[in-house]
Structure formats: C-alpha cells, structure tokens
C-alpha cells in the first residue's frame, strides 16, 4: 500500500467521517461549476467548461494523489473537466473563479486561458491545454524521469495523464500506450479515460468499434481496467488499485472510467442541465441518507455552505484587476536561473 | 441578406447538389449538431468524424485519390498544427507525381481571433498556410463571397484552403447572394435549424433557396474602397476595420484610403497590389492578425520594395499581430496583441502625414 | 472467389507453370535491386532503398492485386519496398530504373523523387512517400471511396495499404485502425504490416511492447492474421484469404508478414548483403529444386537472363536526358478540366 | 579540426557530464547506430526512440516539465511537421502558465538540401520554425559555432530549436573547439566509432578530450568578412558560399562585402544587421534556402524598411528558394530550385551595379 493510502480508513465509504468529507468535496465542486456556468451566462467570463457529472471520479482522484512538488510526488496532466480533482487536493476555490473571470489573479494563467485550465507548479499539476490529447504525448516523459529516479534507487511518483472517449481517436493516445510499454522500460504511468459517450455532439457509438477503449491496452500487455464513476466506492477502489499497481510495479496501467457529463460539453451548447445522465451526486446522497448519515436538510446546507463560498469567492475576484495591456509581454521566455 | 455563416452552407447545398460534393464532414459537423457554428446545417452530405485531425486530412486526402470531392473542416484552425506533414503532401502529390495525381480537395476551418477565444480558439493559421505550397487558399470577408469562393474552391482540381473567419460568421452580407431570398427572416426560417435537441429539430429538413451558379475566382482581389492617399491591403475581418477608419479618416478630410481584400492568399492578386503601390507613391498599408515575424504581409512588402523601390516615395508599412505564444483572454490582453481599429487608424495616420 | 483469382489455380504452388511464373517474377524483382543497388554505389543515382528479401511477399502481392484505374479496381498504398509488387502487375523494369538515375523519362517523379517512390495513377498506385506511415491516414479516404460505390451498387475494388513494422508507432497506424473500423461504415480495407524487425538500426525488439504487431487490431473488432513472408505458398494464400475476406465482407483486415531485409536498410547503411537473414528466393529455389521444376543451371539462367534485362533498361535509361531546370515548375497545380 | 558532426558530438559529452544533460534520444540515436549522421556516437545518455515524432517531442517536453534536460533529435526536419502543434505547446508552455512552467529542452535536427536528398531529405525549416514563439532557434554554420551554441542551448531554461545544416556534416572546422587535439586524426581515433557491424564496434568506447566550456551565446550573430560596399546577411551553409562568392568579387575588384552569419535566428542580432544596413546604405542581401513566400528574410527585410527606410540609398534584396512543393534529385532541380553560389553572385553584382 502506497504511502498516501494510510491516511485512509481501510474501507472508507464503511467510515461515516470519511464519506461525508468526500461528500462534501463533491458538493463544493458542484457549486463551483455551477458559479463558474452562472458566470459564463452573465458574461462575466467568456467560455465555461468543467466537470459537472464527474465529481466522484475527481474527487477519489484528487484524494489519493501524492501531492507535491517535483517528481518525487506525482505528476498530473489533466484535463478540462478536473476542476474537482485539484479542488480536492486543498486549491481554493477562488482561483478557479479568478481564471473564470480572467483577472490578473489568476494563478494557473494571469488571465490569459480559459476555464478549467489548471497549471500549478507546487503540486505537479502541468498547464492543462486545449489539444485534446496531446497530453498523452507528454506523460510518457515525466513517467520516464520517475522511472530513472526508481532505477537509481531514488524516491519516485508515477504520472497520471487523464482525457476523454472522443480524444483516445488521436495518435496521442496510441503513442502513449507504445511509449508507456516499451519492452524493459515500462514506464510507471496511470492512464484514465473518461468515458462520457461523447465528444462534444458525436456520440462514442457512432465513431468507436472498440468495445472498451481499455481493451487497446491488450496488445501492449498493458494491465487495464473498467470503472464505474458514478459510484464513490467503486471508483475509489478502482483508482486505489491502479495507484497501487503503478506505484508498485513501475508499470503502465489503462483505466476507462464511466462518467457522466450533466450539462453537455460547454457553454457553447449552453451548459445547461440534460436528462438521461445519472447524477452522481444525488445517488451519493441518496445512499447517505439510507445510511442515515446524512439528512436532505443537512446536505442542503452543506451545498448551502458551498454556494456562500463560490459567492465570496466571487465577490473578491470582482474587486481584482484585469490584466494590464503590456502583461502579455511577460513570462515569454524563462530567465536563465544564474540571471 | 446571408450571413457567412448561412453563405458556406448555401455553398455547401449547391456544391453538393451540383458540383459533384461527395463527403463534407469532420468533429461534429454532421448531425446531431451539423457544425459548431451552424455551417453545416440541413446537407445531406455530411458526417461526423473521430476526434482526430490527422484522419480528417487523410481521409479528404484518400477521396481525393479517389476522384470524390470532399469538403472537410477542421473545427478551428488552432487545432490543424498536428496536420502540416498532411497537408504539404497533399499539395506536392500532383508535383511529385509530375502530375499524376492532383488531389482535389477542400479544407476548411474557422480562423482568427476576435470572439474573446483564448489561446485556441484565436489562431490564425494564414501566415503558415501561405508556405503549403501546392495549396490555393482563399479568405472571404463576407457573405457573397463566402459563397462564391467556396464554389470556386469545389471546382478546383487542387486542395484549397478556405479559412473562415470566425468573428464574421454572424455578420451579414451587404450583397445578396444570386437566388437567396430578399428577406433575412425567410432565409433563416428556410436555412436554419432549430435549436439543438429540440423536437423540431429531429424532423427539420433545409429548404433550400434556388441559389446560382455565382463563383469568385481564386486569385482575384476586390477593392472595397476607392482611394488614392494611401491604401490598406487586407482581408478577412480586418477588412471591415480598414473601411471603417478609412471612413472615419475621409470624415476628417485626412484622404482618401483605398481598402483592397486580398480575399485570395495563394495565388494572390499582385496586379492590383501593384497597382495600389503605384497609385500611392508606396503609402501602402498591409494589415492582419497572424503574429507578426515571418507573416505573409511580409512577403507581400518584399515584393513591393523588389517591384517598386524606385518608386516608393513613402514607406510601406505592416500592421500584425505581436510575435508571442498565444492570445490571451482577458480582453486588454487581445486587444494588446492583435491589430484593432486604433492600430490601423494610427499607421494609417503617420503614413498620410509622412513627407515625400 | 474474387474475380481475379480466379486467373490462377486453385493450388498455385502445385502448378509447376505458376511457381515458375512466380519464381522468374522474383528473380527478376531481385535483379532490379540488385541493379539499382550497383548504380547507387557508382554513383548512377544518389539513394537506393528497396526491397531485397521482400519478393515472395510482393510478387504474391502484385499478382493477386486487381489492376486498374478508378475505384472500381484496388487502390495501393505502398512504399518504398514495394517494387517486386509493382513489376509483378506488369510494369517494365526500366521505370524504376529511369527513376534510381532521375532521368526526365520517370514516370512516377519525373526525376523528382527517390527510387522506390513508384507512383502510377492507370494502376491505382497512389504515389509512394518518403514520410514514414502517413499512407495509413489515406487509406481509409480511397476505402471510403469504395465502401460507398459498393453500398451503391457499384462495382468497387478495395484499397491496401503498406507498411513497415517500425512505423506503426506513428499515429497513422492508429488513425487507420479507428477510421476503418467505425461501427456500420466499416471499410474495405487490407492493412498489411510487413515486418523485418528494424526501424533502420533500432530492433523492433527494443520499442515494441506488442507481441503482434497483428493484435492491436483486435480491439477494434477487425479481423487480423500472421503470415510467414518467405514463404511463397503461405503468403500467397495469407493474401488470398485476407483479400477474399476484405472484397466479399467488405470490412477491414490486419496482415502482419515477417519478412527478411537482405540488404539492411537503405544506401545509407551500405546496401551489402547482412548475414542471418532467410533468403526467400534461394529457399524458394532449393524447394523448385527438390521438386524437379528447375535445375540450378536453369535458375542461374534466369537470373541471367534478368540481369540482361536491367543492363539494358539501363543502357536506355543512360541515353535519356537529366530534366530540365525549368521543369521544377511543371506540375504544381493541375488545370481545370476545362481548360 | 573536427568537423561539425564531431562537434555536436563533443558538446553533446560535454552537456551530459558537466550540464545536466539526462536524455538524447531519437529514432537511431542510441546503439547500435548511433546517429544517422554520426552526431551521437560514444554518449552515455543516448536511446533510441519508437518510429514517431509526436512521441518524441512530447516525451522531451514531459522530461523538460519533470526538471530534466533532454535533447530530442528529429532525424530529419522534413519529419517534423506531424509535431507543429506540440512544438507550439513547448513553447507557450512558460506563458500560458503565466511564468510557472518554463520547458527546458533541445530539439536538433538535421536542415536544408545540398546532399542530392530530394524531397525529403533537402527540407528547411528556418522560416517555419520563426513563426514558433516561445522557440530560440540556432543554426551553426560552423564546428567551433556547432560546440558553443549546443552548449547555450543546453543551458537554457527554454526549449531551443538546433538546427543542423546537413550538407556541412563533414565539413571541417577553421577553429580549434578548446580543449579538441590539434590533429585531426587523434581527434578521430579518439572519439569516430568503428564501421557498424564491425567486431571493434561493439566493444568501442569513445576517448573523450577533455573540451572546455566555451559556449557561444544566442542571439549573437558574427561577421565572417569585412565589407562595406554591401553585406550578406545569411546562416547555415550559405555562410560558405557567400564568403566564397565575396572573396571572388573582391578578387575581381568589384567590391568588399561583408559577410554575416546570424547563428541565431531568435532571438536574432538585429545589431549587426542594422549596422549593416547603414553602412552598406541598404546594399544587403539576406540569402537563405528556405521557399520564398512567408520566408524569415522577408520579415527582416520588413524590419529593415521599417527602420531605415529613409537611410536606404539602394533595394535592399533577398536571395531564396523558390516556392515550389520541394526540392528534385536530380541536380539541375536542385540547383534552379535553392540558391547556389551563382545565385548570390547575381544578386550581389546588380546590387553593387545599383546607382545611388
Ligand atoms: C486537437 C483538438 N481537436 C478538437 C478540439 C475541439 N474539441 C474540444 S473538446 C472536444 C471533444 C472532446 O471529447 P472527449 O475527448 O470525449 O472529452 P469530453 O469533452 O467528452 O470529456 C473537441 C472536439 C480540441 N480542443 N482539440
Ligand atoms: C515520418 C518519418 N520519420 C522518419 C523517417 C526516416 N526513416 C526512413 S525509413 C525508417 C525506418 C522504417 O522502419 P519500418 O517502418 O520498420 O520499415 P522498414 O524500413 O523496416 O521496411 C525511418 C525512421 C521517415 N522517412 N519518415
Ligand atoms: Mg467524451
Ligand atoms: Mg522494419
């Protein structure tokens, strides 16, 4: 068992404490795309996208990432819908609020990308960018220097790099499964795909033989595997046994992982709610309430609780600047350390 | 009157209708959402693709071979990059083959900045495309030549490059497209689809206006404004912002601004460019929004200063997007970077004031 | 059984007048190497690359190939080991020759390209490119082509394409995969995988994690099979079924063959005969050999006969002019019909 | 003196034992070829990579954000355009993350015609690569300029791209790299490997000098040739042929030329070059072999308009490839289609011809 795993009870969601802290954490990113999709419809923020529907799966995810600085820790090359994952892994709220707004504030981009683009030096987390897939280019580069740090009997995370169904259509992700797989320096590298069904209009149906996008791991005698993430407890497991795996063995893992997407792609189809998607969050509380760990009335409050917060996180990004014009010139080049 | 938008489409339904148009389709351009900005509503021809840019070119590439005629998008011109080994075979197959083999085929792609887009939904792709040599490459700045040029783009033997300019796609034209009805409402309740997910929208189907034949040759200019003081060389949005400060500029008795679009990029129309050098002793003014080291306006100064030199009396000029990583969001930031109204206004201004 | 096939016995190899029509295609492939081989160490032509030890494969390629232009015949997307395939549809041996000196007369490239980048638009043969793989981006377009004449009711061949076991880490191999195999627009599609072992210098061993190459189809659902390429019956009647399969399902097929690279890589590494390699023709021989259908002398004899035809198409090829300078701008965009 | 591939090869050493350099790699770059062009024979931290370039971009930029310091070879540039979107990605990486992510890497690979390649084999990438902000861009015409530039590249926080003129591989050097023996045959038993294959191969272990820390700063360009009548103002192999065509005009007694070659391409010495352009009174010439349309000498052309315009007394020209889909093999293709010696000689007669 990895290290970060002893901070967990050994059957969390039989532990009331540790449910209802997860609960909690999926009810704050809720309310934080839901403040973020406010925001794009009052025009105060130009384009939303996010993860409303996959707050279980990014929350078990943010939750047994080891966090940290330098690849020692691990190393994230998430997506546009992992606002969750780095919520969950202590980020306040408000910065993501403050990318929304696009004031100089923002700490992942200076005002300068979109929403849900996270970049966070401190914990691993590398600049999330619009191609899709091409982090899936990337990874196999961080998991390569964690692999060398292992060999040479020095402390090493794994890399985790996480996209959607759609985008597994694009080299990227066949490169990833060839450069993770090479014969004697397998590389120890989690990928996730969340399987939504769809990519933005088209639905996976329509584009997709495979029958699992996981089963592309086979061939490469990648270990894979199938997640439901709509239920805390099974993605939870899920994710702990790949960690564990990757961490353990310094191998490649292939995670596919079910999701829902509630209020379709962005802001460009309207980020309105849709029908027919199990809501996760729901399911969850139901299944608390059962337990009588939780009453409707106190879960309204905690998502009471978490619209305060995106609502003060809100009015304090309203009193921040702008960018200035002549920023755009900074941060071009890095200067040499020795200048 | 069509805006661009409804003119690629009315383009689309004729050339799949009449110029032979076999596939039309990339990431969700058929349907349920048939274009992520409506180009592709109502045809008949379209399909939605796998996310993957690198398949969308090839497949057009193999139709092509195949004597199809395919149009396919890219769904913004931020996402082509991956696709430039793609392209330049397909424009060298006909020269390689010693021509055997030309591939007739259209790609096109929303580009430019101008809707608050960011890092990847800013890109101009104009400058690189201008290297793909093999490659015709249009730009329209309006609806009727929205239409025409995507006519134009179907009939030609070769692959055609036809940039979109996203900021535009609402505007309406100014000229009506032969055969569009007179009235807005009637081309939209004709052409337009319902809203996404709607019940009407299952059962809709376009009905099509008789559009005509009405092509616009590739490598032709148009000039959009007489004048003879100075002239800016353009095209795509910033076309609309060279008229309006040449009309500002006129208003204020400073001159006379020519404002030609460029509307093709490859092959372009030198005649009237040199024309327009001529004609104002070399207050010539080129202006776009692609990042301004090793841009196409470039290309076209090199060869005013190669043809004209002798006769310029006055420094030509450029007027680009700033040599830098992206297009920032936050409004301040893309205003900064890409060349606005103001920017224009000013060179054109410290170009009519300059001494012979 | 597809029309075409039906041009040759029902047991090839059984047929002493088939396996001597098989065995002189060979040995006139290998001849033609060996010619363009010579000409690139005397400097009559600046790069050999080609296809020594690939000739059982692309001899039983070229014959079973259904030959013409427009879709209704097969497409080909081959490279640049493809020779053997291409002289077995009938070309004359000097073409390749002409291209090997980059005289005028070329008729792929008009002295434009490499050897090998045969090009030949009344057979279908989509002109070859240096670029490793991104035939596999094309394919599915000409296939597409096909899948949609044959839906209508036309007759329609079916596209091949062709190659290298080292370039199916590139995306292409993978987009090929996906865009064949869309769910109820399946294409008609025969990829073909020849494997040597060597991306150049670098053992497949060291890069792939596959143990088939062949495997990572199935994924997909498309059917797929190994071949022994050295062996004329086996592959002969590997691309028999995998062609019968492709023309009468109409869905696509992955066929890896093992082949032998007799001559290393290209010029670049010398083009001298490498040790430890299968060679198809003198196995081929000895088998014709043992049966009684040849005698050495008679083979020998045949090669002799070979070689004369390459001296010649070289003696021709010597007379025929360099192109001109002001060819370079020829060909850079095909005329309007109309024009 | 060693040649410029031994010079890649001795920075190479020294950045993996005194720089931090903790990767090279590419197809073929590790044993048992070790660089299709020799450049990384004898290294320690060499391993070769998968047939693919995305792969290979990508993994650089995922070592560079993991703090290690790769060198990634593309084996040839003409293979490079499948990773145009990556390479943009590497170098907005520092800006987007508003000054978090800096992308420490360095991608070199082999540029430009001059060895009978063809279309694939004679690509630039020159022009290309300008458009690439975020990007510095080295070209070493030289061995001694080929060490110190691989070294500033190695040392710098940002990705840079090393561009190496293949047809210069073999070329010997005119200056001792400090610390390289003096003979040049020492040099090869020392650090040469064996014929591939060979028995002595296998056990070879190269024998390294012990070479010094001398680097040549970026941005820097050098003047290879005093002049005032006129300058060429040119990098990579076109450094040689101007030299060689500026010697012969002064032989002829038409005139001194200086010759400059840049080095860096960005940032790039716009010093030198304005001095250049003042003293010749605009009689420069930027020659480069990359296609003409959207070409780099174009935007420095442009800049020297825009700054010196009224200083010019004479056209001040460029000298490039044509813009065609590529190069031909056969030789009289080549040569009409990359400029040669003769080239730069026309341009530079009619330059000095040129009235005041
Ligand atoms: C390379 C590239 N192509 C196209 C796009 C436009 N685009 C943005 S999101 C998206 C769909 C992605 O679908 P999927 O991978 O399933 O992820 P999901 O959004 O469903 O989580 C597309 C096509 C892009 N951002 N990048
Ligand atoms: C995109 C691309 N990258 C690199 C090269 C250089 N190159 C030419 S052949 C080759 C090896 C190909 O190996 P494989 O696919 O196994 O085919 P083989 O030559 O063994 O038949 C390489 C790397 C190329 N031509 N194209
Ligand atoms: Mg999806
Ligand atoms: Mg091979």
């Not at chain 1, 809100?314 to 200048?339: C, G, L, M, W």
């Not at chain 2, 040199?274 to 776009?288: H, I, P």
Request: negative net charge.
């Amino acid at each position: 068992m990895a290290k970060n795993q002893k901070a967990f009870p050994v059957q969390p969601f039989k532990d009331k404490d540790f449910a209802l802290r997860f609960f909690k954490l999926m009810t704050r990113t809720r309310a934080l795309e839901e403040k973020l999709i406010k925001m794009s419809k009052s025009s105060d923020g130009f384009f939303w996208i996010g993860g409303p529907g996959e707050e279980a799966f990014q929350v078990a995810l943010g939750l047994q990432v080891d966090k940290g600085e330098g690849i020692e820790h691990d190393m994230l090359h998430l997506h546009y819908r992992s606002n969750g994952c780095v919520l969950s892994m202590g980020e306040p709220s408000i910065n993501f609020i403050r990318q929304m707004r696009s004031v100089e504030t923002d700490p992942y981009s200076g005002g300068r990308n979109f929403a849900a683009h996270v970049s966070k030096k401190e914990w691993n987390v590398v600049p999330i960018t619009s191609t899709i897939e091409t982090q899936f280019s990337v990874a196999p580069g961080t998991a390569r220097a964690q692999w060398r740090a292992h060999k040479e009997g020095k402390k090493a995370g794994i890399s985790i790099v996480l996209g959607g169904d759609a985008g597994t259509a694009e080299g990227d992700f066949a490169t990833c499964l060839i450069w993770s797989s090479r014969p004697n320096e397998e590389l120890p590298l989690l990928m996730i795909v969340t399987n939504n069904q769809f990519g933005i209009s088209t639905p996976a149906s329509t584009q997709h033989g495979e029958k699992n996008i996981a089963d592309r791991g086979k061939a490469f005698g990648i270990k894979t595997g199938l997640a439901d993430g709509n239920n805390p407890e099974k993605i939870w497991s899920a994710l702990r046994d790949a960690l564990e795996y990757v961490r353990e063995s310094r191998k490649p893992y292939l995670l596919e992982v079910s999701v829902s997407r509630l209020n379709g792609h962005s802001s460009s189809s309207g980020a309105n709610r849709v029908d027919g998607e199990e809501d996760c969050l729901e399911t969850f509380q139901k299944k608390l309430e059962k337990l009588g760990w939780i009453t409707a009335a106190e879960a309204d409050k905690l998502h009471e609780e978490a619209v305060a917060e995106m609502n003060e996180g809100h009015e304090q990004a309203r009193k921040e600047n702008y960018p200035s014009a002549d920023s755009i010139f900074d941060h071009v080049f890095a200067p040499k350390k020795t200048e | 009157m069509a805006n661009l938008a409804q003119a690629v489409r009315l383009a689309l339904h004729y050339g799949e209708t009449h110029l032979g148009v076999t596939d039309i389709f990339g990431e969700d351009v058929g349907p349920p959402l048939e274009g992520v900005f409506t180009c592709t509503q109502g045809l008949k021809k379209t399909w939605n693709s796998p996310l993957d840019e690198r398949g969308i070119i090839g497949t057009a590439m193999g139709l092509a071979l195949a004597g199809q005629k395919p149009v396919a998008e890219i769904q913004f011109c931020d996402y082509i990059f991956n696709t430039i080994d793609l392209l330049k075979l397909a424009g060298n197959s006909y020269w390689s083959s010693n021509g055997q083999w030309n591939m007739p085929m259209v790609v096109m792609t929303p580009h430019g900045a101008g809707i608050h887009g960011s890092l990847y939904h800013s890109h101009s792709f104009d400058a690189w495309a201008t290297r793909l040599a093999g490659w015709k490459i249009v730009i329209p700045s309006n609806a009727r030549d929205a239409y025409g040029l995507m006519l134009s783009a179907i009939e030609e033997p070769n692959p055609v490059l036809y940039l979109i300019p996203k900021a535009l796609l609402r505007a309406k034209g100014e000229e009506l497209i032969p055969g569009e009805p007179e009235n807005d409402a009637d081309l939209r309740k004709m052409i337009d689809a319902p809203v996404m997910g709607s019940e009407a929208r299952k059962t809709w189907q376009a009905q099509w206006p008789a559009v005509e034949y009405a092509p616009i040759p590739i490598g032709k200019a148009k000039i959009v404004r007489e004048g003879s003081d100075a002239a800016v060389i353009t095209y795509s949005r910033h076309v609309h912002m060279a008229r309006e400060v040449a009309n500002e500029l006129a208003a204020e008795g400073k001159g006379e601004i020519r404002v030609i679009d460029l509307r093709s990029l490859h092959p372009y129309d030198w005649e009237c460019i040199s024309q327009a050098v001529k004609d104002t002793g070399g207050k010539v003014l080129f202006v776009n929004e692609d990042t301004e080291v090793t841009n196409f306006a470039e290309h076209l100064l090199r060869r005013t200063i190669e043809e004209h030199f002798y006769e310029l009396r006055s420094r030509p000029r450029a007027c680009l997007a700033k040599h830098l990583p992206g297009v920032g969001l936050s409004p301040t930031l893309e205003e900064a970077t890409v060349p606005q109204k103001s920017d224009i206004k000013r060179e054109l201004e410290a170009m009519l004031d300059e001494r012979f």
